[in-house]
């Protein structure tokens, strides 16, 4: 409702505090009888909602509208309205002077088109060079594995100290048949076996596997696998 004086905004003012207490006390009684609230709590409640509900009542009902504008128009003096013909004509020369410059942009553009592909051909040939990127896979550290045991015998990996025959399973499993697999393991794949040997982690760092198998590897002994030809070991 829009307020135009004093007096009704005053009336308008007291409406609203009328209004929003009759709602407080009916909130009241409802907690009190229906809820079974506390009548302290009761009271409280309806008298906040009383104060919230009224103030804004207040705020949407007795607010005073905002002067009009006077933007000086009257009948004797319209506003004036932008001549469209001429935007129009502006228009169709723009359009007009686009498509011209976009035909005369055509032919250029056709015979730069016809020029590029001598000049892609040479270019060709260095990227025949790209099978390099298969290769990133293997960063992961897993050393290289073997399908199945060179000449269909595998070495016996026992001789390893820290190698049982349920672990040399597992290797085989694995890929690793031989000791000059195991010898060339760099750091980084020692890790990797030593992470992925389910029930045996850390087994080929805490053993000196590598150690072991390069010298296995040129056909020379330990004293550990001098005991496993001799059969005291397993």
């Known amino acids: 409702m829009a307020v ?6 005053q009336s308008c003012l007291l409406g609203c505090a009328v ?25 409280f409640l309806g008298g906040l909602a009383a104060v919230v509900l009224a103030v804004l009542m207040m705020v949407v009902f007795c607010r005073e509208l905002p002067a009009p504008i006077d933007q000086g128009f ?11 013909p001429k935007a129009t004509t502006t228009t169709a020369t723009s ?8 035909t005369a942009a055509k032919p250029a553009a056709a015979k730069s088109k016809a020029k590029k592909p001598a000049a892609k051909k040479p270019a060709a040939a260095p990227k025949a060079a790209a099978p390099k990127a298969a290769a990133k896979p293997a960063d992961d550290g ?5 399908k199945k045991a060179r000449g269909g015998k595998a070495d016996n990996l026992k001789e390893i100290k820290g190698v049982g025959p349920k672990l040399e399973k597992l290797l085989n499993s ?7 697999q195991i010898a060339s393991w760099k750091k980084k794949e020692v890790a990797w076996v030593d992470e992925n040997l389910e029930g045996f982690k850390g087994r080929v760092s805490r053993d ?3 150690k072991q198998a390069k010298i296995l590897a040129k056909g020379g002994d330990t004293e550990f696998s001098k005991r496993v030809d001799k059969g005291d070991v397993y």
Not at 19 to 43: C, E, H, Q, R
Not at 95 to 102: E, G, K, V
Not at 142 to 146: N, Y
């Open 142 to 146: 897993k050393p290289a594995t073997l």
């Open 95 to 102: 359009a007009a002077a686009a498509t011209a410059t976009a």
């Open 4 to 9: 135009k004086d004093e007096n009704a905004k």
């Open 19 to 43: 209004a929003g207490g009759i709602a407080g006390v009916v909130l009241a009684a409802a907690l009190f009888i229906v809820m079974d609230y506390g009548s302290a709590a009761s009271i």
């Open 174 to 180: 694995m890929g690793y048949y031989h000791f000059d």
């Open 208 to 210: 000196e596997w590598v």
């Open 74 to 84: 009257t009948s004797a003096n319209p506003p004036v309205k932008p001549s469209e």
